[in-house]
């Protein structure tokens, strides 16, 4: 499976948008970009996941480039409550594992 | 639902004692997973379940054993305890190879 990189840490203040943006330019072409987020104690929860088309849910936008070497979360209205880590993975899904990387600390703040 | 549960929540251990983890899933998921969570660390796999009585290694799998006999649970077992083991274990399951549900955690420490 491809690596990801991510910036260790962001702030955002609440009610704007949280725009986390994760590299992966050695992704092979069957495989899908994932999100999941770690809120403090917890076990992680998945957000989101695609291919190569932008995707849309109720949690979060994901933008994948053109060439899919990158990847961006969009949590359109951030709250306190979505103050967590957020891993990007990338994975072929014929696979079962999810490889877990140090993730995207992000802090929302009032 | 009550989704992944995992038993116990907390654990002390002394070195060289063994333990049963014991993970729990009411969504007729396939896929199940062992996860360990060392402090300021991702994840990573311990040992993974396809379907229930098959069982596979995954990244770090020394020093652990693990069951699927039913396939609602996934036990993870450590025969003889050491301080390298405290950590916390993450269960969780999947009906497919996208969305894994992830239970609360199992804190131990192994003194």
């Known amino acids: 499976d491809a690596k990801t990189t991510q910036p260790p840490s962001m702030d955002c203040a609440e009610g704007r948008a949280a725009n986390l943006p994760c590299n992966h330019s050695t992704i092979s072409g069957n495989e899908y970009v994932y999100w999941y987020r770690q809120i403090h104690s917890q076990g992680p929860q998945y957000i989101i996941h695609g291919l190569k088309n932008n995707e849309t849910n109720e949690m979060a936008s994901l933008i994948i480039t053109e060439d899919r070497k990158s990847s961006t979360l969009i949590l359109p209205h951030a709250t306190l409550r979505d103050t967590a880590v957020y891993y990007c993975i990338v994975r072929a899904q014929a696979g079962t594992a999810l490889i877990f990387g140090k993730g995207t600390t992000l802090s929302v703040s009032s | 639902n009550a989704g992944v549960t995992q038993t116990p929540k907390f654990r002390v251990l002394k070195t060289g004692q063994s333990m049963t983890l014991l993970c729990a899933q009411d969504?007729?998921?396939?896929?199940m997973y062992w996860y360990r969570q060392d402090p300021g660390m991702g994840l990573r796999l311990i040992h993974y379940s396809v379907g229930e009585g098959t069982t596979a290694k995954g990244e770090v799998p020394d020093g652990y054993n693990v069951s699927r006999l039913k396939k609602q649970n996934f036990l993870l077992g450590l025969e003889s305890a050491a301080p390298s083991q405290t950590s916390v274990y993450f269960c969780?399951?999947?009906?497919?190879?996208?969305?894994?549900?992830f239970g609360p955690g199992t804190r131990l420490t192994v003194l």
């Open positions: 969504m007729n998921h396939e896929y």
């Open positions: 969780a399951s999947s009906r497919n190879v996208n969305e894994q549900f």
